[in-house]
């Protein structure tokens, strides 16, 4: 892919209903770095992740993927660090280094506590009981979250600034929305997300505003909350 | 848990065969600071980590959590951040924001992307097929890391200095074999393995040299590479 060299903007290797690639992209709108996007259909024959040509640029076979700097950089809050590290205007981590422990212990819970245990590649083995094998590893990651947003949370997940935790909550509780999990058991969690569902960075990184977003999949149910289970 | 906070050194709540506890005794050992270790025994009376007393260390009611300084954190990346920031002394990150985003994903790709799918609590919803599913996550995720270290390597996972990652790969490369997995198919993880065996950080880290290894476990076959799969 040597022309991706060649690109002057950052590339995002991002497909509209992944959650990973959902982060990245609130990271990058939330710091006004302007960024093209490479959709990579994760459904269509059989998963463009897994194609030779996409290996290449993310040997895990998932996005997303960032090129930039003439870089490219997998794994999403390995590229939420380097942005950050790299453009520290608009930061996503606070400057108290215990308030920064917090925000990375929500990111953690979200992204290897829960979302590798819901995610479509693990379902796919998990057979007919999908729904309830993702609706008991949500619980389990939503109740530690609640119990340590009760303490840390401000208007957002840690305080009152916006940070890398709120980019890995919205997106995971859309998740939970399409697992059928009603999220006024979680009132933190709820209200951080009604909080930020307006916010302009936020609405431009929604799933139903990427441009590979499938109009057919355009019907009230599904622009409201994502809240059906398709995988 | 009033008590603890008349703790002076740093507790680590820890398993001696959890990986993630492994990653911050690494990390702890790395930095030279000492430590006093609370066993969680995470299979005795349907295991401790389930506990109410324990669910106020932990929510997510895993290993480890880490009282210092005051404080109580969870998820091993999140407590390593911590230490690297508080105690910058025998860095566990490289300085070259390039080289950092390496060192986070190799960290990432074991942290979310192994370890979740392959650990005690996944097993036990997976029936028989414990083995086969444990190697086939770890396969992919060790495809994907020697990729990475082919280029990023150097004596250990990124150049010549340990780092993070190191602390997070020697634990998961013991699972690996523990599932069975020959790692001569991964020369450059076989490499780092074998260099930081014999490294007195990583010697003082290793499950058989923990306060609560149980002295039954004491075989050949466990001692030499931990190759038995008991869950």
Known sequence: MSSLSTSVK?????????SCSWRVRLALNLKEIPYDI???????????????????????ELVPALHIDGHTL????????YLEETRPERPLLPQDVYQRAKVRELCEIIASGIQPLQNIGLLS???????????????RGF???????STSSGKYCVGDEISMADCCLIPQACNARRFGIDLRQYPNILRIDSELE?????RAAHPTKQPDYPPEQDNPEFLGKLSNLRF
Chains 1, 2 share one sequence.
Not at 10 to 18: A, G, K
Not at 132 to 138: A, V
Not at 143 to 149: N, P, T, V
């Open 125 to 139: 083995y998990v057979g007919e009981r999908k729904k309830e094998w993702g609706q008991h590893w949500i619980h």
């Open 38 to 60: 490479k959709p990579i259909n994760l459904i269509k024959s059989g998963g463009e992740q897994h194609s030779t040509e996409y290996r290449d640029v993310n040997p895990m």
């Open 143 to 149: 109740r530690a979250l609640e119990k340590i947003l």
């Open 198 to 202: 307006n916010y302009p960075a936020f």
């Open 74 to 81: 997998i794994e999403s809050l390995a590229i939420m660090h």
């Open 10 to 18: 950052p590339l995002l290797f991002s497909y509209w209903r992944s």
